[in-house]
């Protein structure tokens, strides 16, 4: 039989279909979890004596109506005068009202239990549009400490209460997935005390995300994941992998313009032992923006290649793909290399046949090469540039493949090793700490839009070749957008100076315009965040980023990373429009200060979850419903620790993997 938590909520309750409907969309979902999922934002106090309420509180009383003050003008306030069973005096106060429907509500010498905000005034206490008016006999439901639910349009919160009450009362004792030894050891709460726990807030702290009940909830969460994340390693682990060594026949005939450094053969040799051994590489390269992964990524792919199998690089987006595939193919003219986009359907068959009978060597793309239909003769190495960008999902889906196991990750973002361990499980880490030599730090300047002359004027006088992020490609919610500023510049500079960028180009004229302005045909390239990442030109030295204030603090370390990468001093224009949030000027400021990556990413960690950031995924990482990866370290370890000390069955996995899905949305990978 369905657990009780995962059958529909409405075979419990008894409500309206019209309200069923509102209750589902509120949460999310039609089955009691759901709805037990659904946490109080805040609490709301309602006292019941007269002669002791706090203002921010609301006050119940029992009323008899003994008088109606319908004033002259509508402008005044209408007032019913309600006297309780004591004899004290209490004014309801409406303004904007509809006298007819007031004196039908509260007749005269009718007897009401009312509750509202109320105001202690010269003329006595007042209770201004009371949110409750119920039967006289009503008065004891609506004392005391109440929780305060997010709502959608026509819900109430009267009602959220009464539904989720009504679940509580008929909830079974659930039989809790961690020992009882286990909850001592970590001070947790039980899961059904936690539940109950959440829906009835004492305090306002009752509800804030770091209470013990929502802590043993996020708990939970984090331990499916961990259990997940340790599934796929076993099964991963359990086979053997080839073992490919390096026999420098074709690596040889790789031409460098320059020497790899110390850090970056380093980081090849970890590889190289990796996939020498036939235990699968989970190996992550972290090294900051323009330290020089790319070329450790494709030596390794060579190395596969030398053994006779294939290689596969999954990239963010479709420029830094078509980047990959020109740079690659440059310095290998002989070995075959494919490129598979996701908007790029029409040539795709042809290139499954290739792919399939091993002809492709190398395949690079977007994640159109996650699709089904894309199959190996015999994949040997799977990199993920820009990995961050990506879910375990995808991740998986590419560990999958042809059965490859080898995986090498790369990432600009340092990642926290418990938010290695929470998305991953367990992943190796090669660092690159130190640039190529000779580069100069970047400098960054912080500037309003209203000189924006003065920038023109400056840039005029140099000849550098220049990205101009813009948040948008059509103008909204009053964010310059690429258009827009495209032609302002074509104006101050010449037309053909200055051209366009965005991702939903057609990859051809993406590659056009890309290869234009890295050949040094324009000047000005204006773009959206599509070449956030990855983008390698290094004779453009000079990055304005419009909105700064707008951007979070790893994008925008992100951006800036696009120059830099040449032996010219480089430039960021931090370009702000007003009003900027007092978090944002706090990024604007760390932004000028430093260029340390790792600084910049704890930071970010820090102001993280400021509303006024564009887009969603930050720092990439999809965070988890309940927590958060980036800040819970602590419930991420204990998760690790319960996950790895209790043997769940496989029905107990898959319950509790069903408690944190949501309909459209998995929760866990
Ligand atoms: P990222 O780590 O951000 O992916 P890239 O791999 O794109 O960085 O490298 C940035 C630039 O540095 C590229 O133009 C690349 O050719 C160059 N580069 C990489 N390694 C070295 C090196 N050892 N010496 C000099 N330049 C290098
Ligand atoms: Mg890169």
């Given at each position: 039989m369905t657990h009780f938590l995962l059958q529909p909520f409405e075979n419990f309750v008894k409500i309206s279909s019209f309200t069923g409907k509102l209750i589902k969309k509120c949460c999310s979902g039609d089955r009691v979890i759901d709805l037990l999922f659904h946490f109080p934002s805040s609490v709301q106090n309602r006292s019941g004596n007269i002669n002791d309420f706090s203002e921010k509180d609301k006050l119940t009383v029992t009323l008899k109506i003994v008088d109606h003050m319908a004033p002259r003008s509508p402008k005044y306030p209408y007032k019913i005068i309600g006297q309780t069973p004591n004899g004290d005096f209490v004014t309801i106060v409406y303004f904007n009202y509809n006298a007819v429907l007031i004196r039908k509500t509260l007749p005269f010498e009718g007897v009401f239990t009312v509750s509202g905000t109320a105001k202690k005034t010269a003329d006595g206490i007042q209770i201004t549009h009371p949110d409750v008016i119920a039967?006289?006999?009503?008065q004891k439901y609506y004392i005391g400490i109440e929780p305060i639910y997010p709502l959608v349009s026509k819900l109430t919160n009267r009602t959220m209460i009464y539904v989720i009450k009504s679940l509580l009362q008929v909830m079974p004792d659930i039989n809790d997935l961690i020992p009882e030894k286990l909850l001592k050891e970590y001070e947790l709460m039980t899961f059904s005390n936690a539940i109950r726990t959440v829906h009835n807030p004492k305090i306002p702290a009752d509800v804030l995300i770091s209470s013990k009940a929502r802590e043993r909830i996020a708990i939970d969460e984090l331990l499916i994941n961990q259990i997940r994340l340790r599934q796929i390693r076993a099964s991963i682990s359990q086979q053997n992998t080839q073992s490919f060594t390096s026999k420098n026949t074709i690596i040889q005939s790789l031409q460098l313009p320059f020497q790899l450094t110390e850090d970056q053969l380093s980081c090849l040799d970890d590889i190289k032992r990796d996939l020498s051994s036939e235990i699968p590489m989970n190996r992550l390269i972290q090294g900051d923006v323009g330290s020089g992964k790319t070329i450790i990524a494709f030596i390794s792919m060579l190395v596969v290649l030398e053994n006779g199998a294939q290689a596969a690089m999954l990239v963010p987006t479709e420029i830094l793909a078509l980047q990959h595939f020109t740079n690659i193919k440059k310095m290998l003219p002989k070995i075959k290399i494919d490129i598979m986009l996701a908007s790029n359907r029409s040539s795709r068959a042809k290139q499954i046949d290739l792919l399939k009978s091993g002809e492709t060597q190398i395949l690079i793309g977007t994640h159109a090469i996650l699709e089904d239909n894309i199959e190996f003769k015999n994949l040997g190495l799977a990199v993920i540039d820009e990995q961050h960008r990506f879910g375990v999902m995808q991740r998986l889906a590419l560990i999958k493949k042809s059965h490859c196991q080898n995986i090498l990750a790369m990432s600009a973002t340092p990642i926290p090793r418990t938010l290695l361990l929470g998305c991953y499980g367990d992943l190796d880490v090669s660092s690159i700490k130190t640039k190529p030599q000779g580069r100069k730090p970047i400098e960054t300047v912080v500037i309003g839009v209203s000189k924006i002359e003065d920038l023109i004027e400056r840039l005029k006088k140099v000849d550098s070749q220049v990205y101009w992020v813009c948040p948008v490609i059509e103008e909204s919610e009053n964010l310059t957008d690429i258009n827009t500023r495209c032609d302002y510049l074509s104006k101050q500079f010449s037309t053909k100076d200055v051209a366009i960028l965005h991702g939903k180009m057609k990859p051809k004229e993406k590659d056009e315009i890309m290869s234009r302005f890295k050949n040094g045909e324009f000047r000005i390239l204006v773009s959206t965040t599509v070449i956030e990442v990855g983008v390698d030109i290094p004779s453009a030295n000079v990055i304005v980023i419009e909105h700064a204030e707008r951007f979070g603090l790893a994008q925008l370390h992100q951006l800036r990373g696009r120059v830099g990468r040449g032996s010219d001093q480089s430039y960021c224009i931090l370009l702000y429009h007003n009003p900027v949030s007092t978090v944002g000027k706090q990024r604007l400021q760390l932004m000028k200060s430093t260029t340390d990556g790792f600084l910049i990413s704890e930071e970010d960690l820090k102001l993280r979850?400021?509303?006024?950031?564009?887009?969603?995924?930050q720092s990439g990482f999809q965070s988890l419903r309940f927590s958060d990866f980036a800040s819970n370290d602590q419930l991420i370890q204990i998760a690790d620790k319960i996950s790895s000390s209790i043997e769940l069955d496989s029905d107990n996995i898959t319950f509790l993997y069903k408690l944190f899905s949501r309909i459209h949305e998995d929760v866990v990978a």
């Open positions: 039967a006289p006999n009503m979850g400021a509303g006024d950031i564009l887009g969603k995924e």
